[in-house]
């Protein structure tokens, strides 16, 4: 397995369990029955402005990791990653890819909004639909390195 794919199923790995963890833990210390659909909007809102900020620190620091752990492997030596036409291409259609499946899922929150379904499916769904999209991605990503697009 090359590098990059490496790369791709540990930021996926690294997205599910730094979601789960901080959906398990906002849902055990903040979620609360029978909230009416501003404090709902509320919640929900906060809950995706914190995650984004904390997924991007935490990749930071995993891919930190990486490069270090890289570098033990290799005997201290640092190996720059050549990033080539190829890489670019791939980078842009498992990108697409998952921006795709993303832009369905959140088409779907509004068809539940729209049936009357509430606040807590269109949220569920945008969160749900963010991680069918980074499987999307993590799964292309090391599809079109195997098959060498």
Do not use: C
């Amino acid at each position: 397995m090359s590098y990059q794919e490496k790369k791709a199923l540990l930021n996926f790995v690294t997205y599910v369990i730094a979601l789960l963890l901080y959906a398990n833990y906002v849902h055990a210390h903040y979620w609360q029955e029978g909230m009416n659909t501003d404090e709902l909007l509320q919640f929900w809102s906060r809950f995706l402005l914190i995650m984004i900020p904390v997924q991007i620190v935490i990749h930071i620091i995993v891919h930190i990791l990486l490069g270090i752990a890289r570098g033990m492997a290799n005997g201290g030596k640092i190996k720059e990653e050549v990033v080539d036409e190829f890489d670019k291409i791939i980078e842009l259609k498992s990108s697409r890819n998952g921006m795709i499946s993303f832009a369905f899922t959140f088409i779907g929150g509004l068809i539940w909004l729209a049936n009357g379904y509430g606040v807590n499916h269109f949220f569920m769904t945008l969160i749900i639909g963010g991680v069918f999209g980074e499987v999307i991605e993590a799964v292309s990503r090391v599809y079109y390195y195997r098959k060498g697009v």
